[in-house]
């Protein structure tokens, strides 16, 4: 009879400890680190600018070697489904690891190691992209099939111009190629082929490639098909007001769907709109117009949140994001004393919303991003 009170007593003390790790540690700690920031930031210690720097440049290479994952794709559940989930979910590890999270701070990381000099760092993180991302013969090494993965080849552009190791050229003109082979009749590139919902995330994650491809190559052609996604969007997908992109187009109605200020799907329109604007004064006046409107969707901070001008709940995506394709406003400091309260000590970017799920359906999860950590490193870079 003890010997079997002995064992319930500890089968019970184990699934409370797995219930305790799976379900209310993964809820409670965010909670907890929010409060802690927030409660902190009147009375935070400075630290120094080029500490912190290097707090974050240090945590995003630690990231980038990690076999986990950091950013959240999924809003918490409960145990059962958690349970569920990580029992069945073994094939959704590759599509975690080869998508824009990761593409997003790759890119971020050889861009500023590259602007930085930082030969050390930036052998360690080429030894890293050569073993996960592409084969000796400059392939990519995972199944390429979506285009939320075009953006790994900004990261091979980044690489060739600093090594002219000529993998790194055969991989970003594989990427090209399949962006090519994705166009449709109207040369738009699809963010999925299988539905006539054409999504902002399609112009952040394929405009910016294009210019910088065309920049490399002195490809007209890569700047045609640039040009011919943000026109289609800026036509159909813009309010004529305030300039401000809804989440989706109709390709076949052109009726915009979605939420008209997702702060990231915004941010997916601007990476695109930014990179033209860069090359071609004929999208200054949408460029000047759009950061008119964000300016006056800040919230009492001086950022913007999940959905900019109906919360002022901050949002790591959004935020950096907009900061990023901003014209330069003052040095790295100053940038860093607007986000400080939302970066540890350890050099982590906290509050960005989760994956989303579909138009109309975004996530309630925040936490933290390889995609704001990423995006952070390419502001330091741009203000370097």
């Known amino acids: 009879m003890k010997k079997r009170l002995h064992i319930l007593l500890m089968a019970s003390i184990g699934l409370n400890i797995i219930v305790f790790s799976v379900d209310t540690i993964p809820f409670v700690y965010p909670q907890i680190e929010r409060k802690i920031k927030s409660n902190n930031q009147h009375k935070k210690v400075i630290i120094e600018t080029d500490q912190l720097e290097k707090a974050i440049v240090d945590r995003s290479l630690h990231i980038i070697k990690s076999e986990n994952v950091t950013a959240i794709w999924d809003d918490h559940r409960g145990f059962t489904e958690t349970i569920y989930n990580k029992l069945t979910s073994h094939d959704q590890k590759d599509f975690k ?35 996960y991302y592409i084969t000796s013969e400059g392939k990519p090494s995972f199944h390429l099939d979506k285009v939320d993965q075009v953006p790994f080849a900004l990261t091979a552009i980044n690489l060739y111009g600093f090594y002219k190791e000529e993998k790194y050229k055969i991989f970003y003109d ?53 040009r011919a996604q943000m026109d289609f969007y800026i036509r159909y997908g813009v309010d004529k007001e305030t300039h401000i992109p809804s989440h989706a187009v109709n390709m076949s109605s052109n009726i915009k769907a979605g939420s008209s200020n997702w702060g990231r799907g915004v941010g997916w329109y601007l990476l695109g709109l930014s990179a033209l604007n860069n090359i071609a004064e004929s999208y200054s006046s949408e460029f000047d117009n759009i950061l008119r409107s964000l300016n006056k969707a800040k919230n009492k901070e001086g950022l913007w949140s999940q959905f900019p001008g109906s919360s002022d709940y901050f949002d790591a995506s959004t935020t950096t994001m907009f900061l990023y394709c901003m014209p330069k406003e003052g040095s790295v400091r100053d940038i860093l004393n607007k986000l400080d309260q939302y970066i540890s000590e350890d050099g982590f970017i906290l509050q960005t919303s989760g994956d989303t799920y579909s138009v109309n359906n975004y996530s309630k999860t925040s936490g933290k991003s390889e995609l704001s950590q990423g995006m952070l490193l390419l502001i330091l870079s741009k203000y370097y």
């Open 97 to 131: 690891n080869y998508n824009y999270p990761r593409a997003f701070l790759c890119y971020g990381l050889s861009e500023y190691l590259i602007k930085k000099n930082n030969l050390n760092g930036l052998a360690s993180f080429k030894k890293y992209f050569d073993k």
């Open 174 to 226: 594989t990427i090209y190629k399949y962006a090519l082979s994705l166009t449709n009749q109207n040369n738009i590139i699809p963010y999925r082929p299988t539905t006539d919902l054409q999504l902002t995330d399609a112009l952040g994650m394929v405009v910016p490639f294009l210019v910088k491809y065309a920049q490399v190559t002195s490809g007209e052609t890569a700047i045609d098909i640039a």
